[in-house]
């Protein structure tokens, strides 16, 4: 498909319009540590208590006093075994030690533990055999976080990795942004009404679904309200009608500049338009407006091409009105090309994509068109091409998107 | 913490007895396609309709029947609008056309769509203005696919880049392997009751919540079975009565050689020993066996060393339980170092590491002990040293897995 030239906004131009317009949505939550993975923070967060809390013993061994390393290296062994989780009154004095095991709170007196295997043990004494162990193996009180530091700023999301310091700072419940509530219209007249059974000229609806699994990824709400037809009026109603119940619209198809391109309609006549028909491939006819006091994003009704503006436009859209301060920027990195391109300048390109691991090498789908769902599962991450860039040749390196990135 | 030799299995030599060991579990069941992602499939999954399931047209534009491209470039318009969702007998003859919009059936006889923007319209004839667009702009019935195409391959993993696939394809449901059924157990008596409150003496258990969060966004079903402390009884009774409530144990803490790692001593006692103490950092502890039919992994109890065992060797372990043919191997690329360091040869190690996307740059941080739950949130991903490096210079290339990658 070859397309007449239309007058387009650079991807870069809308990432600088939407970062200047999209103002996080204000609301508040408080949810466990249990469910906060993808939160936003609405506060920052201290440390409640020292990490460790208290000195500890990293390895299963002996506690010793020892006045220096040169000192004695007949150590008296005191009775008893210090385990995890007890406490004891024992004061170790110059040349003693006790049995310790791995986080037993240290007894006060202790200079440094000592491997079993290093020490042989001999009338209630412990003789060295090798003292080439430069560690103290003690875990000292707070060396990972001392009460009161910040641990993490408003604004930031909270990832799986994130989960042990907030326990082990004793933030057992966090201050959230509220979860963005997402609308999702799917529009069309072609669309079957079931995805169970097809009608002669109908196809199914291969964006709710899909779009609705990405959203509840990111950790939004997804207010699923199903699809309509090509009916300005239907239209309209199920925006205006549900304006209050969401905070955001998310709608596929209808938004090109022909007569029956309803989204784009209602949008640029009803609508503070941001921007609409960018340049990128796929998804040209983009469009995203404010209409009353909420964001629509009106993706292309092309499955493939509503998925991979998802993926680039809508999760930092949805992620800075979430409440996120960053801008999302997915990982990539350099890969070799396994294919031949020339693209228009100014513009930018995704091309499904998949990573040879084994080579390096990276292939694009063979066709382009954007209804082809298999394009998508044929592929393990996308191909950005840059605005400026123009002929890739084949073993030139072009940045490779892993769709794992778009769920970190 | 540096610590004496003992015997260590290197981890190519774990992955290799564990590819050899671990059998997919059986049981199937069913989910539908909303349900579907993270699942593994249990038959091949084929087209059951073609995609797109009739030819349509790929514009707005006017569908043509014409002889040749260079043929006459004056075309009658019959009255009418083909829209999408929409049936029509309509046949056109040589020389005719009719206005179509994007996604509609295409009229028998048609050779070409054309855009609007490339004519005239005068007369009810439509003028050629410019007729430089080579493509056909038609999307052909089973392009994409065709009915009774195999789509997917029995054992693999559905993602949510393939359900678009899915759901164009006809199916609604699939027949899936029945999600594992992972049993937790945190051991260790220093563990604090709760995780609101702390007793002096006592630590919070960062090991639960967060390995229960992984487990879970890997698709799998958790059976919290809480803490055990260390009493040998006890942590047997727990596993024992629940060999056959679940179909694997995870385990933290309790698997090194001490009088008091009653994990590692049930396993090698009654268990069938896989292996038991790893060339890896963190995580040299670890064990994995079989007790009864079920396997047991058990972690090292430091947070850090038992989150990044999780990662590496779990999450390829309880793929291949769950009915995973590939063994799972997380996206890599490489990354300039920005640190020395010396390590040993034979060990393969994953240092906690920020990559700096401006600069290419991947740091690690600055101190590796193992209980530092702010490293974890620090990172951004893993740097792996295979067990061949041993010299790692400042700008040397080395791997670098985002932590993207264990989440795709």
Same mark, same amino acid.
């Given at each position: 498909?070859?397309?007449?030239?239309?007058?387009?906004?650079?991807? /870069?131009?809308?990432?600088?319009?939407?970062?200047?317009?999209?103002?996080?949505?204000?609301?508040?939550?408080?949810?466990?540590?249990?469910?906060?993975?993808?939160?936003?923070? /609405?506060?920052?967060?201290?440390?409640?208590?020292?990490?460790?809390?208290?000195?500890?013993?990293?390895?299963?061994?002996?506690?010793?006093?020892?006045?220096?390393?040169?000192?004695?290296?007949?150590?008296?062994?005191?009775?008893?075994?210090?385990?995890?989780?007890?406490?004891?009154?024992?004061?170790?004095?110059?040349?003693?030690?006790?049995?310790?095991?791995?986080?037993?709170?240290?007894?006060?007196?202790?200079?440094?533990?000592?491997?079993?295997?290093?020490?042989?043990?001999?009338?209630?004494?412990?003789?060295?055999?090798?003292?080439?162990?430069?560690?103290?193996?003690?875990?000292?009180?707070?060396?990972?976080?001392?009460?009161?530091?910040?641990?993490?700023?408003?604004?930031?999301?909270?990832?799986?990795?994130?989960?042990?310091?907030?326990?082990?700072?004793?933030?057992?419940?966090?201050?959230?942004?509220?979860?963005?509530?997402?609308?999702?219209?799917?529009?069309?007249?072609?669309?079957?009404?079931?995805?169970?059974?097809?009608?002669?000229?109908?196809?199914?609806?291969?964006?709710?679904?899909?779009?609705? /699994?990405?959203?509840?990824?990111?950790?939004?709400?997804?207010?699923?309200?199903?699809?309509?037809?090509?009916?300005?009026?239907?239209?309209?109603?199920?925006?205006?009608?549900?304006?209050?119940?969401?905070?955001?619209?998310?709608?596929?198809?209808?938004?090109?500049?022909?007569?029956?391109?309803?989204?784009?309609?209602?949008?640029?006549?009803?609508?503070?338009?941001?921007?609409?028909?960018?340049?990128?491939?796929?998804?040209?006819?983009?469009?995203?407006?404010?209409?009353?006091?909420?964001?629509?994003?009106?993706?292309?009704?092309?499955?493939?091409?509503?998925?991979?503006?998802?993926?680039?436009?809508?999760?930092?859209?949805?992620?800075?009105?979430?409440?996120?301060?960053?801008?999302?920027?997915?990982?990539?990195?350099?890969?070799?090309?396994?294919?031949?391109?020339?693209?228009?300048?100014?513009?930018?390109?995704?091309?499904?994509?998949?990573?040879?691991?084994?080579?390096?090498?990276?292939?694009?789908?063979?066709?382009?068109?954007?209804?082809?769902?298999?394009?998508?599962?044929? /592929?393990?991450?996308?191909?950005?091409?840059?605005?400026?860039?123009?002929?890739?040749?084949?073993?030139?390196?072009?940045?490779?998107?892993?769709?794992?990135?778009?769920?970190?």
């Amino acid at each position: 498909m070859a397309s007449p030239k239309v007058k387009l906004t650079s991807l /870069s131009k809308l990432f600088f319009n939407l970062k200047a317009e999209l103002k996080p949505i204000s609301g508040e939550s408080r949810v466990s540590v249990e469910n906060a993975v993808n939160r936003i923070l /609405s506060k920052d967060i201290f440390a409640k208590n020292d990490n460790p809390p208290f000195d500890n013993s990293a390895i299963d061994g002996f506690a010793i006093n020892q006045e220096a390393r040169s000192a004695s290296k007949n150590i008296t062994l005191l009775e008893g075994l210090l385990r995890p989780g007890s406490r004891s009154r024992i004061k170790l004095k110059i040349n003693e030690g006790i049995k310790i095991l791995t986080g037993a709170p240290i007894p006060a007196g202790t200079t440094r533990i000592i491997f079993k295997e290093n020490t042989k043990e001999h009338n209630q004494k412990i003789h060295f055999v090798q003292d080439d162990d430069v560690e103290t193996n003690i875990r000292l009180r707070g060396e990972d976080f001392k009460k009161g530091d910040l641990l993490f700023k408003k604004n930031s999301q909270i990832r799986v990795t994130d989960l042990a310091a907030l326990i082990g700072s004793g933030n057992s419940s966090i201050s959230i942004v509220k979860p963005l509530k997402v609308g999702l219209i799917t529009t069309g007249n072609e669309l079957n009404a079931s995805i169970k059974r097809q009608s002669k000229g109908f196809i199914f609806d291969t964006n709710s679904i899909p779009l609705k /699994s990405l959203l509840e990824k990111w950790g939004y709400s997804v207010v699923d309200m199903g699809s309509v037809g090509d009916d300005i009026g239907l239209l309209r109603k199920k925006i205006f009608d549900n304006l209050n119940c969401v905070d955001v619209f998310v709608t596929t198809g209808g938004v090109s500049t022909g007569q029956e391109d309803f989204v784009s309609q209602i949008l640029s006549s009803e609508g503070q338009l941001i921007n609409w028909r960018i340049a990128i491939k796929p998804g040209r006819p983009f469009i995203c407006a404010k209409l009353g006091a909420k964001y629509v994003f009106g993706l292309p009704g092309n499955p493939v091409a509503a998925f991979i503006c998802a993926l680039i436009i809508l999760r930092p859209s949805l992620g800075r009105l979430g409440g996120e301060k960053e801008w999302f920027k997915p990982f990539s990195f350099k890969a070799k090309a396994n294919f031949k391109k020339y693209k228009r300048r100014g513009r930018t390109e995704f091309l499904r994509a998949n990573l040879n691991r084994e080579d390096g090498f990276v292939s694009t789908f063979p066709l382009e068109g954007s209804g082809r769902l298999s394009s998508l599962s044929w /592929s393990n991450g996308l191909v950005e091409l840059s605005e400026e860039e123009q002929d890739i040749d084949r073993g030139n390196f072009v940045n490779f998107i892993p769709y794992g990135s778009f769920f970190q």
